[in-house]
């Protein structure tokens, strides 16, 4: 090793060192997190939080008090800056809280929170700011309010300073940008110990300097609005920190002893993520947490100043602690305050701050960063939650789930992390006056209606959410939650699935009779001699004249399933669109594949027609003519399916005769039309069968409908169920009931569609099925088959345009704690396979049920495709609940798809240039299949029947057709002529 080496090496390790044991050791938050196992971490935790861990709700003064003028109340710097300006909207009278204790007690009551975070308004208390001020009727206010949470067992959490600066300080001193606010800060502070100090173990000084310092002293976006000086935000947060540490030292010398509380200073953050994996995209995240988090936080927890990156980025902008100002500042905190969510603070409002990298929600991984940052202090999230738009009321379903998610990734946190999270606050109890945001949002979990006099409060669903989890502290585990064990039955079918198989009907060159030239001594090509052939080749064709149907085989039976499902190509079998001029070389295709997935062990399941998004997937001439909408379509069908049964169904005992056929149908004003002639369809090609062939062929027909889950965005709300319900109605019940139930569609549906109000309804007419018809469709199956990948939750409440179905009056949203697919965007959801396979059972109880199709989108360049390994296991261990616990009789499940070709990012199996690479997921598939699902370890295997092994080319060499070969050598040209030589016996066929 050479001395560079070696400097450099020691110039390594001390920038590794430094990175891990003290200040900059989160750095090492993004590479821990990229290297956690996907997508199990990301999986919901069913666990319970710590014991005493504080439940809190919290609000502040200005936005929820009111009463801006009453009862000696003094002017803050919000009730100046709301005046200013082209700002018509005011806090003054907010939410009443002042008039109103009784009813946020209320509400704290219902909540069940353990602890109460709110604010003191400073002007209040002092309306000039000064001790000398001092208002007696303001501050019994306060006595009252915490007199009476004490009464109902919640302790105050009780913040000293939250943005209302008495509007004197600022006319007066400048506000925070002039030293003089320490002293008084400190006095104000005093006062408040002294006061109220007996029953408050927890004091925030001063809620999110961030925001104060840079919207208020440098953008100008919040109050006093002052901009311009880009040096100013600076000063202001020196003062601040050092008016913290003032009132922190005065608690700790004059108060601690006695009253024993904490004290810290709440500190907002975002979290960013880099744009790229390099190792300064690393150091910019890190700059960007500095510059809004690390600002305060590091003096406070660390070395008593400011971080690295703001000194070499601000220089002599941004002010010096002296050595005995920043002994004085380090360390005067008793916990890591952090707030997180919808403020100012994560919404960075411009990118200065980001340092080209990307903002993102991720609360679990800004407490690590946190807690690895600042050497593991005990951590109380004392703001946390979301909003929602202005317009909504109780139904707070977006906001419901962002509370979920925050609250998921603090369990997390503390489970997986050992992070010491003591503590979360819910923001806010009640709507309010949202800052620079007026009345535009709500983050309340309870509605208050600002246009009533008495501003009474509701209780929204977000908070019936939050008592639950308080009640059961955190998501405890249910037996629901946790994995089957058991197996499923011998003769259970474990398919696959593909939209499609490779066809190539051109012989290979055992039937090709053209004359090749080999050029030995060249590149080796084989060259066809022009104008010379072979002998006529007098043989039948043969299955094993299509080298694809082999390969595909192969690639099938070695997933280890007993059925492979898959469609028929109406439009290539008959491009004419009538079964009198079918195209033989195909149907002969067709006829080959399912006789050697036979021979394979593979039973063929066939659809004949396949719904195709976007695009017609019908014969040209039928789609030219009017497509579904033309009875003669129907017609057409019915035959094609007499065809496919006649020359396939020798071999093919499990037939669909339309595969999601409601999959979009009902989004045009066509749709419900459509809907109806392909229910004739489909009972046309089934009677067909059923009259025809059935008898000869002993096989089951019928058709598979797209059946994703649909959750009500909260499940105990009537006013939500009836919105999912509708949904299945039109999505699934649409099919299913005239064919599975009573032969019509589902009353709601006809119901709904007749309602006046809807608007543009005109133009969505329901057909109204004749006597005729409904005794054709109905009955018309022989098992319910069901494709399934997903599931989405809807709501009656409007809170996105985008997402919202005005023919239903629906709006769709998901659960933020879902694992979605990342291409595609789809939660990962299996227990709404559960669900899906329960309501079937409740609607045609005893059917037999085939999941044809599920499966999940996933980058076709990941091998080791870790979310569709997670997904068949627990979609699978699903399906084992119901049938083992609900007796659903199930009778097979098919995974989707096979491979990567047919079907892009959903196969078993990857290709690299026309190579096919086995995926883990299919090792896994097998694995699951070869134990008939989770047997119970220990547990004797399952003993089923066991089928011959599959013998795909064994006939070949025993009577049957040899190919020799007779090679002529000269003028170093080799001329090949293959010949076919047939030594058959009589009683044996021709092997194809």
């Known amino acids: 090793m050479t001395f560079c080496t070696f400097l450099s090496l020691l110039v390594t390790l001390s920038e590794f060192s430094s990175a891990i044991g003290g200040p900059g050791d989160g750095l090492g938050t993004w590479d821990r997190f990229s290297k956690l196992p996907y997508p199990g971490d990301k999986a919901f935790l069913y666990d319970t939080f710590p014991e005493n861990f504080m439940w809190a709700v919290g609000t502040a003064a200005y ?26 909207l005011t806090g003054d009278v907010g939410s009443d809280s002042y008039h109103n204790i009784h009813g946020d007690i209320r509400a704290l009551k219902q909540l069940g929170v353990s602890h109460y975070r709110f604010s003191l308004s400073w002007s209040r208390i002092f309306p000039n700011g000064s001790r000398g001020s001092y208002n007696e009727i303001g501050t019994n206010y306060y006595k009252t309010l915490i007199r009476k949470l004490k009464e109902n067992n919640v302790q105050p959490v009780v913040t000293l300073y939250h943005w209302d600066l008495p509007d004197n300080l600022q006319r007066t001193f400048g506000g925070w940008s002039n030293p003089a606010l320490v002293e008084l800060f400190k006095d104000y502070a005093d006062f408040c110990f002294q006061t109220f100090g007996d029953d408050v173990k927890y004091w925030i000084t001063i809620d999110n300097p961030f925001v104060v310092a840079w919207h208020g002293y440098g953008t100008g976006v919040v109050a006093p609005g002052i901009k311009n000086d880009p040096d100013l935000p600076f000063q202001v947060g020196h003062n601040l920190l050092k008016a913290h540490a003032a009132a922190w030292h005065h608690y700790d010398r004059h108060y601690r002893p006695r009253q024993r509380g904490k004290l810290s200073m709440a500190l907002a953050s975002h979290w960013i993520k880099p744009s790229r994996t390099r190792r300064e995209s690393l150091a910019s995240c890190q700059c960007s947490l500095d510059f809004v988090l690390g600002w305060f936080a590091r003096p406070l927890f660390s070395d008593g100043d400011y971080p690295p990156c703001m000194r070499s980025q601000l220089g002599r902008r941004l002010p010096s602690f002296t050595p005995a100002e920043r002994d004085r500042v380090r360390g005067t905190a008793d916990f890591f305050a952090l707030s997180h969510g919808a403020a100012l603070s994560f919404q960075l409002i411009n990118d200065s701050l980001k340092f080209r990298q990307h903002e993102d929600l991720d609360l679990r991984m800004l407490l690590y960063w946190v807690s690895a940052e600042y050497d593991h202090p005990p951590i109380f999230v004392v703001e946390s939650g979301w909003y929602v738009l202005g317009k909504t009321k109780t139904e707070d379903s977006k906001h419901m789930y962002y509370l979920k998610r925050f609250i998921a990734e603090v369990l997390k946190s503390i489970k997986y992390d050992k ?86 009907t051109t012989p290979t060159q055992f039937a090709d009779p053209s004359v090749y030239i080999w050029n030995v001594s ?73 006789r050697q997935l036979l021979r394979a062990n593979v039973t063929p399941v066939v659809t004949l027609w396949h719904h195709t998004r976007h695009r017609s997937s019908l014969p040209a001439p039928l789609d030219a003519a009017g497509g579904w909408l033309k009875r003669g379509t129907v017609e057409a069908f019915a035959d094609y399916a007499r065809l496919c049964y006649r020359e396939l169904g020798a071999h093919v005992k499990l037939w669909i005769t339309l595969n999601e056929p409601n999959d979009e149908q009902g989004s045009h004003a066509d749709g419900f039309e459509e809907g109806h002639q392909l229910l004739r369809a489909h009972a046309l090609a089934w009677r067909a069968y059923d009259q025809e062939f059935r008898q000869a062929q002993g096989g089951q027909v019928s058709l598979a409908l797209h059946f994703d889950w649909v959750e009500p965005a909260f499940s105990f709300s009537r006013e939500d169920v009836e919105p999912a319900n509708r949904v299945l109605d039109f999505r699934v019940g649409w099919f299913s009931e005239p064919i599975f139930g009573s032969g019509d569609y589902p009353p709601g549906m006809r119901d709904w569609l007749n309602r006046r109000h809807i608007p543009d309804l005109i133009s969505y007419r329901l057909p109204v099925f004749s006597e005729e018809d409904r005794q054709l469709v109905r009955g018309t199956y022989d098992f319910f088959a069901l494709s399934h990948f997903s599931t989405e939750l809807v709501t009656h409440a409007l809170e996105d345009k985008y997402t919202y179905t005005p023919i239903l009056e629906i709006q769709h949203m998901t659960d933020t704690t879902w694992i979605t697919s990342a291409r595609r965007n789809a ?9 899906t396979l329960n309501w079937v059972q409740e609607h045609y109880s005893g059917v037999p049920v085939y999941v044809m199709a599920n499966g999940v989108l996933e980058d076709p360049a990941r091998f080791k495709d870790s979310l569709r390994v997670y997904y068949l296991y627990n979609y699978i261990n699903e399906a084992l609940k119901a049938y083992t616990l609900d007796g659903v009789n ?60 599959p013998c795909l080319g064994c006939q070949v060499l025993t009577k049957r057709p040899v190919v020799g070969f007779l090679s002529l050598v000269g003028s170093g040209v080799l001329l090949t002529l293959g010949l076919i030589i047939y030594y058959a016996a009589k009683r044996h066929k021709p092997y194809y």
């Open 63 to 88: 936005q929820v008090e009111g009463a801006f003028e009453k009862d000696g109340k003094g002017l803050s710097v919000w009730d100046t800056f709301t005046r200013g300006g082209s700002r018509t």
């Open 419 to 504: 992070v010491n999270v003591i503590g979360y606050t819910a923001w806010s109890l009640i709507d309010g006056f949202e800052w620079h945001r007026e009345y535009g949002i709500r983050r309340g979990l309870y509605y208050v209606d600002f246009s009533t006099p008495d501003l009474t409060r509701e209780p929204k669903t977000s908070a019936i959410f939050y008592r639950k989890v308080i009640e059961r502290n955190g998501f405890p585990q249910l037996p629901e939650n946790r994995p089957a064990r058991g197996v499923f039955p011998c003769g259970f079918a474990w398919g696959v699935s593909a939209n499609s198989i490779q066809v190539e």
């Open 522 to 594: 060249g590149n080796g090509e084989l060259k066809r001699l022009e104008g010379y052939s072979a002998m006529p080749l007098q043989r039948r064709q043969h299955c094993a004249d299509f080298a694809t149907i082999r390969q595909q085989v192969e690639e099938i039976r070695r997933v280890g399933v007993s059925h492979f499902h898959f469609s028929l190509n109406w439009s290539a079998v008959v491009p004419s669109g009538w079964a009198a001029r079918p195209n033989a070389s195909l149907l002969t295709y067709y006829r080959c594949f399912a």
């Open 827 to 835: 939660p990962v959801v299996p227990w709404g396979l559960r669900k």
């Open 890 to 949: 199930l009778k097979g499940y098919f995974a989707y798809a096979l491979n990567d070709q047919r079907d892009p990012g959903f196969g078993l199996y990857g290709h690299v240039q026309d190579e096919p690479i086995v995926k883990a997921s299919l090792s896994h598939y097998r694995n699951i299949i070869q134990h008939h699902g989770f047997p119970e370890e220990g547990a004797p295997a399952q003993q089923c029947p066991s089928q011959p092994p």
